[in-house]
């Protein structure tokens, strides 16, 4: 067995990022490849940005894991976005606690990005979803030392400084401000995303909103390209349709097609 290796994401390996949560059967197809360089993009804007936002996971020269952050500068916290092993032949290997540990024992140390000062928490939001076999990220962190934030089962945090207790700042919600255009059509806004499932679900959706309204028109706006065209439309990203705002996941198939046909009736 090969020996784990973390390395730092940087512009030489963003592309072993990009592919590494992407099926190999699907990345020939046009949603994931398009839903690859929206993460491709998020990527290097956040290398810009921070100087960092990943580490990877290699066996030999394969990329098998992954871990994407955000520094929080306001809180003095890391917020962990994604930790992924995606192969199964890959799991209950050490590889998600060797990415988890490297980060934490980075971010010991002082940070420019909260004055030269170290880290005072990591946090994270998990999901179900594990497929078959997986180990649940919420048992995962929790193992690793995290616990829960206020009421929420699923927002998790880790103190890295003795007797720190996380209170995450209130932040407004993003929220879309209706535009007389986008009466009568569909419109859905997007943008650069850590995640390239982001868009696959995006296109979903468009889908479904045929399936319920057949013919009508659907408008999509990229947020980094139009940057105007998503500003007065309040930066919301996701579906809207007739002017009203779609709240329901597509997978949730029942749901989504009974906002989308109930926002036509409008």
């Keep these: 067995m090969d020996e784990i290796r973390i390395r730092d994401l940087s512009a ?10 992407v099926p190999i059967a699907t990345r020939d197809d046009p949603a994931y490849v398009i839903g690859m360089e929206l993460k491709r993009r998020w990527a290097m804007d956040m290398l810009q940005k921070w100087g960092a936002c990943a580490k990877l996971a290699y066996m030999g020269t394969e990329a098998v894991g992954l871990i994407q952050y955000e520094p929080i500068p306001e809180e003095g916290v890391i917020h962990i976005h994604c930790l992924y092993v995606p192969e199964q032949e890959y799991w209950q290997k050490g590889i998600a606690t060797r990415l988890l540990s490297s980060l934490v024992e980075e971010m010991k140390a002082p940070q420019a990005w909260f004055g030269d000062r170290p880290t005072m928490a990591l946090a994270t939001r998990t999901f179900s979803g594990e497929k078959a076999g997986q180990y649940p990220a919420r048992r995962f962190f929790v193992g690793m030392g995290f616990q829960q934030v206020a ?4 927002f998790l945090y880790a103190s890295l ?8 700042a209130a932040k407004k919600a993003v929220e879309y401000v209706p535009q007389a255009e986008d009466r009568g059509r569909a419109t859905i ?12 679900f995006l296109k979903q959706a468009a889908q479904t909103i045929q399936e319920v309204a057949p013919g009508l028109s659907v408008r999509w706006i990229d947020r980094s390209k139009e940057p105007e065209e998503g500003k007065k439309r309040g930066n919301f990203e996701g579906c809207v349709v007739n002017a009203r705002p779609i709240r329901s996941f597509v997978l949730d198939k029942e749901s989504f097609q009974r906002e989308v046909a109930e926002a036509l009736l409008l």
Excluded: H, K, T, W
């Design 12 to 21: 030489a390996n963003v592309e072993d990022l990009c592919r590494l949560c």
């Design 151 to 154: 009421e929420d089962p699923d």
């Design 161 to 168: 400084e003795q007797g720190f207790a996380y209170q995450p």
């Design 189 to 200: 806004i997007y943008g650069p995303s850590f995640c390239p499932f982001a868009y696959v």
